[in-house]
């Protein structure tokens, strides 16, 4: 079945690493999302990954993707305040235009 | 510009009200969704399209109907049905290399 899991809450000093992790459940071949959601606001699309890579790197942001655990994280690097959000994985699977969403994470960065 | 525009960002229904929210993309994307965000919850698929003249149900469709008569736009009727409709809206599109994209949101509160 289709089901995402993400834990609900983070706390991390400014300038710290911050570390958002997720769970996935479909074996299909399959993209995974991450979005940033800031109050009464859309969301915004981060990056993503198809499910043959490793890795994903883009500026502060860092992407692992562990295929054997089905667990995806977003690594940010030296958080700032302006990264206090709700942050979203999402699953969708290559044959499919359905996206499936986690419950979200709220990071809260510390100044 | 592109992107996605939604309309109107606040909107209050009256009890026994149809209401519609208005979706309009200029991406050319052929893949168009409906989501509803609830406080501090995750999205939960109303409906979505992948082609004109075509939509399918998502999770929660009761008491909501679409219609895609052109590419670039996906309305949401919230019929009278919907019981409890005040919620966050987000309307989302996409393309075959797999990205999606979200408007900035809808609010549907009843009077």
Same mark, same amino acid.
């Not at chain 1, 996206?99 to 809260?108: D, E, M, N």
């Given at each position: 079945g289709e089901d995402v899991e993400?834990?609900?809450?983070?706390?991390?000093?400014?300038?710290?690493?911050?570390?958002?992790?997720?769970?996935?459940?479909?074996?299909?071949?399959?993209?995974?999302?991450?979005?940033?959601?800031?109050?009464?606001?859309?969301?915004q699309l981060l990056t993503y990954i198809f499910s043959n890579m490793d890795m994903k790197q883009d500026q502060r942001l860092t992407v692992l993707?562990? *295929? *054997? +655990?089905?667990?995806?994280?977003?690594?940010?690097? +030296?958080?700032?305040?302006g990264d206090?959000?709700?942050?979203?994985?999402?699953?969708?699977?290559?044959s499919s235009y359905k996206?499936?969403?986690?419950?979200?994470?709220?990071?809260?960065v510390r100044p | 510009d592109g992107g996605i525009t939604q309309s109107p960002k606040y909107l209050f229904r009256k009890e026994g009200q149809n209401v519609t929210l208005s979706c309009?993309?200029?991406?050319?994307? +052929?893949?168009?969704?409906?989501?509803?965000q609830d406080p501090g919850q995750g999205l939960r698929l109303i409906y979505y399209s992948q082609i004109v003249n075509d939509f399918q149900k998502g999770d929660i469709a009761e008491g909501y109907?679409?219609?895609?008569? *052109?590419?670039?736009?996906?309305?949401?009727?919230?019929?009278?049905a919907q019981k409890n409709p005040t919620a966050f809206y987000l309307c989302a599109s996409g393309d075959f290399g797999n990205t999606i994209y979200f408007g900035e949101g809808s609010w549907l509160t009843v009077v």
């Open positions: 993400q834990s609900l809450f983070l706390s991390v000093r400014e300038g710290d690493s911050s570390v958002i992790n997720c769970t996935y459940t479909d074996s299909s071949s399959t993209y995974l999302y991450w979005y940033k959601q800031e109050p009464g606001a859309g969301l993707l562990n *295929k *054997k +655990d089905k667990h995806l994280s977003l690594r940010i690097a +030296d958080t700032q305040t206090s959000a709700i942050y979203f994985c999402a699953e969708k699977m290559d996206l499936i969403f986690g419950s979200g994470t709220r990071l809260l | 309009e993309q200029n991406l050319n994307h +052929d893949a168009m969704y409906w989501y509803r109907s679409v219609s895609r008569e *052109k590419k670039e736009s996906f309305p949401l009727t919230v019929t009278s």
